[in-house]
């Protein structure tokens, strides 16, 4: 068996796009089928270079690898419809050979008035197949001497039924159906056509594809009869909404896959938050990864009705699969949104952040005190209830205690001891010491941080906070 993803490049690899994907992916990875990435670059107009990057980048990113198409190859080369015109060609000789096409010249003057006739009447647009009427010789002829004309399909007459494996079946009437362009004038193919030669070139066997694809499948269904072959299954997946349950656009933010690994979301997580939109293994188990859902997954468990893309709950999977990561890994990972930081030293600061993190991007916070000395510390380096005097006391014994002490956790028994000293919280030291160390208030833990800083860095910084009090801060 087969599938493919055949995405046209026009645009960014939109989530919902990846969400298609992943069901093709998984599908085929379960039925130990071949996966196939298609281009559909046939309107010229609005092909965009920078698309067929986010596409391939995109599912790359996934991890979701196609066993044939752009850069691997396979045994149906070309996969870039552009490339493979001869193909449709064929196919359109066919079909105009027995009757089931026919060339039409009419102007797009003459479609217009039409279409804005038929509206003023309140009647359906559709073409009036006024070419049809002409003798196929003469059209022949005509379109020899050179005249623009492009192909149309010609509707049988009758009742097509669309099976959906996730919809049911649905019977439409022919008669509500265009007669379609499936060539245009400038001899490439439409759609409609290019995708069906090439889904039956391609041997597949099952089209899971958007749902906004469902109204194009009678006449999908139509050109494999005309051209006798078998046609695939279909299952169309749900749309994809945002939170106000309208489709799912730029206006919810990330309009782009890849917006989300600049946003720090892992693939994981993304691949984990994508297969559960629209489709759910119905476990109390929230983290699958990728074989998991191979094995999980069911094309016929889809639900038909369109899925919410809640952020709350992707921002959840993605907290847990960084804590699922190995140290060595997530180091990995963060290493692009700290690039700041030496290897060395992320490899012993990351382990402080796995616990506390969403999404990667929150990394910086958290871990450029290691590589920026704090200059002006703010309002918490003195608790409320303390006067500027007694936390420059408190951070004079703590500076004492640095001195001596083996910095790092075992620190904690002897600063409370100082606070006790003194007459403070623990709380409190610990805040104050925070800000004087790293200039923030929200920190990885505190005494490992002043380890990783050391020994002779954290004396500078307790200096600089002991200054900012008396009103001379130390030059940093
Ligand atoms: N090229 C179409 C798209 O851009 C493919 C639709 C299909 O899968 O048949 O989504």
């Known amino acids: 068996m087969a599938v493919r993803f055949a995405p046209s490049p026009t645009g960014a690899l939109h989530p919902g796009s990846a969400r298609t994907v992943i069901f093709n992916h998984l599908f085929a990875r379960q039925q130990g089928g071949r996966f196939i990435l298609r281009i559909e670059d046939t309107d010229r107009k609005r092909y965009a270079e920078a698309s067929l990057a986010s596409i391939l980048d995109g599912i790359r990113w996934l991890g979701l690898a196609w066993d044939e198409g752009p850069e691997v190859g396979g045994p149906h080369f070309p996969y870039f419809q552009s490339e493979r015109l001869s193909h449709y060609h064929q196919a359109v000789e066919r079909l105009l050979a027995a009757g089931d096409a026919y060339r039409c010249f009419c102007t797009a003057e003459r479609l217009e008035a039409l279409r804005e006739e038929q509206r003023l009447a309140g009647r ?8 049809l009427l002409l003798d196929p010789g003469e059209a022949e002829r005509r379109f020899a001497a050179g005249e623009p004309a492009v192909v149309r399909m010609r509707v049988p007459e009758g009742e097509t039924v669309v099976a959906d494996l996730i919809r049911g079946d649905r019977t439409i009437a022919n008669a509500t159906v265009d007669d379609q362009v499936i060539l245009k004038s400038d001899g490439f193919p439409t759609y409609h056509l290019a995708a069906t030669v090439d889904d039956h070139l391609m041997g597949i066997t099952h089209v899971i594809r958007a749902e906004e694809w469902l109204p194009s499948t009678p006449k999908h269904l139509m050109l494999y009869r ?40 892992l693939p994981e997580a993304m691949v984990n938050f994508l297969a559960f939109l629209g489709w759910s293994p119905g476990t ?16 016929d468990k889809v639900q038909s009705s369109p899925a919410v893309f809640d952020v709350a709950k992707l921002d959840n999977l993605n907290g847990q699969w960084i804590r699922r990561l190995p140290p060595e890994e997530f180091a990995r990972r963060v290493k692009p949104f700290v690039p700041w930081l030496s290897d060395e030293l992320l490899l012993h600061a990351a382990p402080l952040i796995q616990e506390r993190i969403t999404r990667l991007t929150e990394a910086p916070q958290y871990l450029d005190f290691l ?32 001195e001596g002490a083996e910095l790092g956790p075992a620190m904690e028994a002897g600063l409370r001891q100082v606070a006790e000293g003194l007459g403070w919280k623990a709380g409190e030291i610990f805040m104050t010491l925070r800000v004087a160390l790293t200039g923030r208030t929200v920190t990885p833990p505190l005494l490992e941080s002043a380890r990783l800083l050391g020994r002779a860095e954290c004396l500078v910084r307790l200096d600089h906070a002991i200054g900012q009090l008396i009103g001379r801060p130390a030059a940093l």
Do not use: N
């Open 226 to 265: 005309m051209l006798g072959w078998e046609p695939p299954v279909y299952a169309h997946v749900p749309l994809v909404l945002g939170p106000d349950k309208a489709k799912l656009s730029k206006r919810h933010g990330a309009a782009s896959l890849l917006e989300y690994r600049d946003q720090g979301y």
């Open 124 to 131: 359906p647009t559709m073409y009036d197949r006024h070419c």
């Open 371 to 402: 590589v920026l000395r704090p200059a002006e510390l703010p309002a918490e380096l003195a608790p409320k209830k303390r006067t500027p005097d007694e936390t420059i006391r408190v951070l004079q014994e703590a500076r004492a205690y640095f």
């Open 284 to 299: 109390e188990q929230d983290l699958f990864d990728v074989d998991e859902l191979i094995q999980a997954f069911r094309l």
